[in-house]
């Protein structure tokens, strides 16, 4: 390695107007090799595009643009086949990558820096890692819509208690259901896909903040690198980390999806509830209670928002009140990214499974259907629509009945016609009709509504929107 001019502790980048090394703490604190290593891809792809620009705008020589972009392909291969040293003191991935270019083809490595810095440099390797990520949640949101999808074909006509406060409100169908959580995570998908698309601009030639003299074609990187379009404004370019904060957020409200199925999950799976049979593949034993088979994977699914969320805080936290433009603070976004990251994509791919291996038990749903009143809306809506009640008067009708059925531990269709009639004279036999929960899910045919053809027909339209027909 080429010794600095001055002095051969100081740092090779700018050892020019050092005359002292760091101290050994402040390299701990600075340096960010630790975890930007995980930009290696980027930072060598942004590199190359960077040099073959340099080249066709004949600020560099193409021999010497040459000798770099072979030189960066050595070195991803050596960082890919783990046999590359990567050192703290030269403090992060670019630093690293660089040094490494110099080892292998001499002082010609030095020119790749020509009109950028390292600001516009991790800014441009970061949107390539966030960006990733989005088409990596779009793909894990796609598999698991499907798996609900799947669920929700098989039992779109099985009934089930609908919940509201967590006491039985009215009978549903089980597709219905599943289908409400095509629509949540459709909505995170949409989320990626649009922070996606906002990201998909390219700050390289930004260079430290405020552009270059040299004659850079930004036009050239940005199509290189798979970018829409360059950035408009050099500043905005080295301090914008909006791209990291809405993956983030996005990221947090998916996680926050996922943990509400994973709550039912563990509601639904206890010996009072059975509605659902999660597989071995799922769940854990009890090293001490034999009968028992823990919903981990969903309880950890539970608890997983709690990283996304605190990344996500973390780094609004970072960039609230950060002059413009770059500021080290800034390096404390890859850390919070990489793990929410991570989380997510685990998270996705255990939902997934779970979905696609548990099984409803269709029995116990329809049993649970039937108890708690569920059918009183249907009974107090025949009132209206049969003797011409207002709804309030119809209401208190209802619970009057409500009361009588719950004094006698009995349900509304376990009244006797005389009974009913006690309450209100106008009641006819044919009330009994309404009061089943299969007729009860039948009749909810509005658009958006519980009736299995209405299931149906949402459960056809995601099959051809998620390429499943
Ligand atoms: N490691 C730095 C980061 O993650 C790279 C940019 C450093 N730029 C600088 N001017 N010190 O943000």
């Excluded at 070195?75 to 086949?81: F, K, N, R």
């Excluded at 929410?340 to 994509?345: G, S, V």
Aim: proline share 3%.
């Amino acid at each position: 390695m080429t010794a600095s001019p001055k002095s051969n502790t100081a740092n090779q980048m700018w050892g020019g107007r050092f005359a002292e090394g760091p101290d050994a703490i402040m390299t701990a604190i600075n340096a960010s090799i630790g975890f930007d290593r995980r930009l290696y891809a980027q930072d060598i792809a942004g590199s190359r595009a960077h040099a073959a620009m340099l080249a066709a705008t004949g600020i560099l020589s193409s021999s010497d643009a040459e000798a770099i972009g072979e030189g960066l392909l050595t070195v991803l291969s050596e960082i890919e086949a783990g046999n590359f040293n990567f050192r703290i003191d030269l403090e992060d991935i670019h630093m690293n990558v660089e040094a490494r270019l110099r080892d292998l083809i001499g002082p010609t490595a030095g020119r790749l820096h020509t009109a950028r810095s390292r600001n516009d440099q991790v800014a441009v390797d970061f949107r390539l890692w966030v960006r990733d990520q989005c088409d990596a949640a779009i793909n894990g949101l796609t598999a698991l819509m499907q798996a609900f999808v799947g669920q929700a074909e098989a039992g779109a006509d099985w009934v089930m208690p609908g919940f509201t406060h967590l006491q039985t409100a009215q009978p549903v169908t089980w597709g219905h259901h599943m289908m409400a959580y095509v629509e949540m995570f459709a909505r995170d998908r949409a989320r990626f896909e649009d922070a996606r698309r906002r990201m998909n601009e390219c700050p390289l030639g930004a260079a430290a903040l405020a552009g270059t003299s040299f004659p850079i074609d930004r036009h050239a990187t940005a199509k290189a690198l798979g970018f829409d379009r360059p950035t408009a404004n050099s500043l905005d370019s080295v301090s914008d980390r909006d791209f990291a904060l809405e993956f983030l957020s996005a990221s947090s409200i998916c996680a926050m999806h996922l943990s509400r199925f994973a709550e039912e999950l563990v509601i639904w799976s206890s010996a009072q509830f059975r509605f659902v049979r999660l597989s071995d593949k799922w769940t854990t034993g009890s090293s001490i209670m034999p009968q028992k088979k823990n919903p981990d994977a969903a309880e950890l699914l539970r608890a997983k928002i709690g990283r996304i969320l605190g990344a996500t805080v973390a780094l609004f936290t970072v960039m609230k009140g950060l002059p413009l433009t770059y500021s080290k603070d800034m390096q404390e976004d890859k850390e919070q990214v990489f793990d929410a990251a991570d989380t997510l994509m685990l998270g996705l791919a255990a939902m997934t499974g779970m979905v696609s291996d548990m099984t409803a038990n269709r029995d116990s749903l329809a049993a649970s259907a039937s108890s708690g009143f569920s059918t009183a809306t249907d009974l107090a809506d025949w009132l209206v629509r049969e003797l011409g009640l207002p709804f309030r008067e119809a209401h208190h009708v209802t619970g009057t009945l409500v009361a009588m059925a719950e004094a006698s531990a009995r349900d509304l269709p376990d009244l006797t016609l005389d009974e009913m009639k006690s309450v209100h004279d106008g009641i006819r036999p044919d009330v009994f009709d309404v009061l089943g929960v299969e007729n009860s899910i039948r009749s909810r045919v509005s658009y958006g509504g519980t009736a299995p053809e209405q299931v149906r027909a949402q459960v056809a339209r995601w099959k051809n929107l998620l390429g499943l027909d």
